[in-house]
C-alpha cells in the first residue's frame, strides 16, 4: 500500500538490522524488533524490513549494504561490546570502505568512566569506531553506538538500545506520522473477509489489516486501518464498523 | 564459525520468514521466529537467517527467492487466512512460477469442518494451494498450510503456527544437533573478554559466544559454548571454568 508523501512531511522508512549468534539459536528471545518498530510508527518512520543474522563479517556486510542502500535509515542492534565475538564496528567500516580506529571521543568517554587499571584493552575496543562516524551516547554504561551515514549502530541489551535510540530518535527527521484504528471484532475473520475487501477497495489509500487471534479457544479478529489522512481514515473505520455491526445482526 | 558436517548427520540449514505488515508496524510482537528457532536448535536445524517483510507481493517473492536458494528449508509464517490481505499463497505460487487454485484436499478438509452455509467464499480462499505443493495439516482450526519445495508456509497465530511446525518438524530430515554449555560469570564481560578471546583461538571449533545483561543494575555475563563435538565442547567450557574462577580470585 504505497502512501504518497507530502512536501512538508515525507514518508521516511527505515529497516532494522539485528546481529546475533544467540537470536537465531533462540536462547535469546529478541525484544527489540517490536520496541524499535513501535517507536518508530509512533514518530513517523515506516519499518519497511527486518533481518537477523549472525556474528559472521560477511553476512552483516552484505545485510547492511543491501538496507542502506533502499531505506532512509537503517537501525543496528547487537555485537558492539568487548568480547572477540563482538565484530559489528569492524564489519561497519567494511561495509561503507571505510578506516576504523580508537576514537578520541569515545576513548575519553571510557576514561571518565572507568577506575584507574579497570580500562583493559578488551574495554578499548569498545572506542573503535569507523572513520567519519558520530557517536550515540549510552547514559546506562557509557561504550558508546555510532552513527555512520544512515545507518545507527547500537547496543544489543535492550535497556542500552532503548537509551541509544532516545538519542538517535532526536537526532533524524521524522515523517508524517501513520495514523491507525482497531475495530475489534468478536467472530473470526471469515465471516467478514468478502465485506472487509469490498471496503478496502473502496478506501485505496487507507491499508485494512485483519488480525485473528485465538481467545478463549475461539477466534477473535481485529480489523487495523491505517492510513496517513485522519478523515479518509474515520470514513473507512466508520464503514468498517457499520459493516461488523450488520454482520453480528445478521449471525445473531 | 564453520562446523564440518559428518556423513552420518550433515548439518541442515534453515531460514525464517515472517509476513507481515502488523509485525512491521510493532503493533504485535511477533511470536514466532524465538519459537522456531530454538524448536530447531533442539532438533539439529541451523537457523542461519530471519528477514521481516510486508504484506507486499514483490517483496515476499523477492526474499523467499532469495532464502530459499540459499538455505535447506524456509519456515514462513503469516498471510493464509481468508482476508484480501493474506496474500501469501499466491505470493508463493509466482516465487515458484506455479499455478494455483483450490486443492480437493484442502476443500474436503474445509468442507468437512465447517457447518452448511458457512463455507463462504472467503473461506474457500484458504484451500487455494500452488500446484505441487503438499499440505500442512492444522489441528488447531484446520485451514492447512503447505509445503512448496524447500519453503514450509504456516499460519501467523503462534498456537495455529506452533501445531503445524510439529507436522513440519516430524516430516523433515534433521542433521547432528548442535549442543550447547552455559558459563554464568558474575561480571562484566569486559573483565574476562582478552582471556576468553584466548580460549576461542584455543578452540576454533567452539563457537564461544559472550552475552551481557543487566541484573539489578550491574552486569552480569552468560558465556555460551556451541559444537556438535560434545568432548571438545566439554574441554573448552572447563577452560572458560577455569579462567572464570581465577579472574573472580584475582578480583576478590
Known amino acids: 500500500m504505497a502512501e504518497p ?16 549468534d544467540e537470536i537465531l539459536s533462540g536462547r535469546t528471545k529478541d ?27 560477511g553476512e552483516i556486510v552484505a545485510a547492511v549494504n543491501a538496507l542502506r542502500a533502499r531505506y532512509d535509515h537503517v537501525f543496528s542492534t547487537g555485537g558492539i561490546g568487548p568480547t572477540h565475538d563482538d565484530i559489528t564496528a569492524d564489519s561497519m567500516a567494511k561495509a561503507f570502505g ?26 578499548m575496543r569498545m572506542a573503535r569506531i569507523p572513520d567519519g562516524a558520530d557517536l550515540i551516547l549510552n547514559k546506562v554504561s557509557k561504550a ?40 475489534p471484532v468478536g467472530m473470526g475473520e471469515g ?35 491505517r492510513s496517513r489522512d485522519e478523515g479518509r481514515l474515520d470514513q473507512a473505520a466508520r464503514a468498517v464498523e457499520a459493516m461488523v455491526a450488520a454482520m453480528m445482526q445478521a449471525n445473531g
Not at 34 to 52: H, K, Q
Open 31 to 57: 525484544k527489540n524488533i517490536g520496541y524499535i518498530a513501535e517507536y518508530c510508527t509512533n514518530i513517523g518512520i515506516d519499518i519497511r524490513e527486518v533481518r537477523i543474522v549472525p556474528d559472521v563479517e
Open 5 to 20: 508523501a507530502t512536501e512538508a512531511a515525507p514518508v521516511v522508512t527505515a529497516a532494522i538490522l539485528v546481529i546475533g
Open 98 to 123: 571505510v578506516g576504523i580506529d580508537h576514537d578520541p571521543r569515545a576513548v575519553a568517554i571510557l576514561t571518565d568512566h572507568y577506575a584507574a587499571g579497570q580500562l583493559n584493552e578488551a574495554r
Open 144 to 183: 558508546p553506538g555510532f552513527t555512520l551515514g544512515n545507518v545507527h549502530v547500537m547496543a544489543g541489551v535492550p535497556s542500552i538500545m532503548q537509551a541509544m535510540f532516545d538519542e538517535v530518535a532526536a537526532k533524524i527527521p521524522t515523517g508524517a506520522k501513520m495514523l491507525s484504528r482497531t475495530v
Open 191 to 225: 465471516r467478514i473477509a468478502k465485506q472487509l475487501g469490498e471496503i478496502q477497495l473502496e478506501y485505496p489509500d487507507v491499508s485494512i489489516g485483519s488480525y485473528p487471534k485465538m481467545l478463549d479457544g475461539s477466534f477473535a479478529t481485529d480489523i487495523v486501518l
